[in-house]
């Protein structure tokens, strides 16, 4: 009888040994699943903050596009030579927005390319009408001026709308993981 309590005494300590052992697992099955998603949550935040900020130097190029375009119109009507400097500047900030994204947007190259044209066609033109000042600008330019930057507004919409769509799928290929 004294062996049989002392059987049933080592198979209580071995069932608390291997409860507890089991405990412990959980505990480190739970932790390693909870970093996994906290590190991937993080990965995400990074990855969606890097997104928007692309869609944002879209946007960004868009608009200095529209203020070199109304600095142009300013000099062409007032003939204040502080439009033309204004213009000069914006105008040169214009390249660099369109090499930045080049660089961070290489999935895009095929619409930089129509981008970049656009732009310096555009550039080109608003050259041509402030060139022009002292002579009679045909109304033709201020009309192919407007077409450009019509499509260069709808270039880069299409874009700013392609990196949001990536944007989502990113994010929803994101939660399947």
């Known amino acids: 009888m004294d062996k049989t309590l002392k059987d049933l005494r080592l198979t209580y300590k071995l069932q608390s040994f291997l409860l507890l052992a089991a405990i412990a697992l959980t505990m480190l099955v739970a932790g390693l699943a909870i970093y996994r998603v906290l590190h991937n949550s993080s990965r995400h935040a990074e990855h969606l903050a890097e997104e928007l900020s692309h869609a944002g130097k879209v946007k960004d190029l868009q608009a200095a596009i529209i203020n070199a375009e109304s600095k142009q119109r300013g000099f062409l009507l007032a003939n204040d030579s502080s439009f033309l400097r204004s213009y000069t500047e914006t105008v040169s900030t214009i390249d660099a927005k369109v090499s930045e994204l080049y660089r961070i947007m290489p999935h895009y190259a095929g619409e930089n390319v129509i981008l970049n044209n656009l732009v ?24 192919q001026a407007q077409a450009v930057m019509d499509s260069i507004s709808s270039q880069v919409n299409s874009l700013y709308n392609a990196e949001l769509v990536h944007l989502q799928e990113n994010n929803n290929q994101r939660k399947d993981d």
């Open 120 to 143: 310096n066609r555009e550039t080109a033109l608003l050259k041509q009408m402030i060139d022009s000042k002292n002579k009679v600008v045909d109304s033709n330019t201020f009309i």
